[in-house]
């Protein structure tokens, strides 16, 4: 679930949010808790959450920056994530590619619909 929690400069939104995050952890305890903040705010709302929380209940509040939450997304489904196609699946995404954009090619409109232009394609990009 997204929430925006806007306001003035010392209105209390720092407050607010850390008591929701607390508020979510006991609702169910199970579930991990994401907080995501400015890149220079991390270090400050991970030492909020341990005081607020206790180190235990703390170690289940993820905080990220965007690029952490990036770079947690490319390990564990990007290129990180050590899952890559073989040569089959590049040919057969290769394929729908091509089937794709079929009526809009003017050279290879002809080519697109068998499988060897798709093949020299990747051949070319390796």
């Known amino acids: 679930m997204l929430k925006l929690l806007l306001g003035r400069s010392g209105s209390g939104k720092t ?14 305890p199970e579930s991990p808790v994401f907080l ?3 890149e220079q705010a ?19 509040v993820h905080v990220l920056s965007f690029s952490r939450l990036a770079d947690e ?3 564990r489904y990007g ?3 050590g899952k890559r196609l073989d040569d089959g699946g590049r040919i057969l995404f290769m394929n729908l590619a091509l089937s794709a954009v079929q ?8 080519s697109a619909a068998g499988g060897e232009l798709a093949s020299l394609l990747l051949d070319v990009s390796a």
């Not at 407050?15 to 169910?28: G, I, N, P, Y």
């Not at 991390?42 to 209940?57: P, Q």
């Open 79 to 81: 290129g990180g994530a």
């Open 36 to 38: 995501i903040v400015p």
């Open 103 to 110: 009526d809009q090619l003017e050279f290879y409109r002809a």
């Open 42 to 60: 991390s270090f400050e709302n991970e030492r909020a959450m341990l005081e607020l929380l206790g180190a235990e209940d703390a170690q289940k």
């Open 73 to 75: 997304g490319f390990r």
């Open 15 to 28: 407050t607010k949010l850390r008591e929701m995050v607390r508020d979510a952890l006991h609702r169910s």
